[in-house]
């Protein structure tokens, strides 16, 4: 829960950087017209089968779905940018905090 919340702000802070300083209201809009309708229509679809296939098909087509990637070599458990990201936008806004202490 945690993580996605701080992937939500990097992501948000990133495309804010990013945007032009005339555009931050299309992009905004943008970014929400299409996450919120890739949500309805992951809703949509899943019910959709459901309704037509059955529940224990749908739970299957799920799992086969996303077997590829949950088992995929590439996933890491953390993104290798994230890090690199919150420094360059920390540098960016000039406030350098110096080098980062040892965990």
């Not at 919150?86 to 965990?103: D, K, Q, W």
Request: charge should be positive; proline fraction near 10%; charged fraction near 15%.
């Amino acid at each position: 829960m945690a993580r996605t919340g701080t992937e939500n702000i990097l992501s948000v802070s990133l495309r804010r950087r990013m945007t032009p300083d005339e555009l931050p209201g299309r992009m905004n809009a943008t970014f929400r017209s299409v996450l919120t309708g890739a949500l309805a229509a992951g809703a949509a679809l899943p019910g959709l089968l459901g309704e037509m296939a059955g529940v224990r098909v749908t739970l299957w087509a799920g799992a086969v779905g996303a077997s590829p990637v949950l088992l995929s070599p590439l996933r890491v458990p953390v993104a290798p940018g994230v890090a690199h990201v919150t420094v360059s936008l920390r540098n960016a806004r000039g406030c350098n905090p110096g080098p980062a202490e040892p965990v």
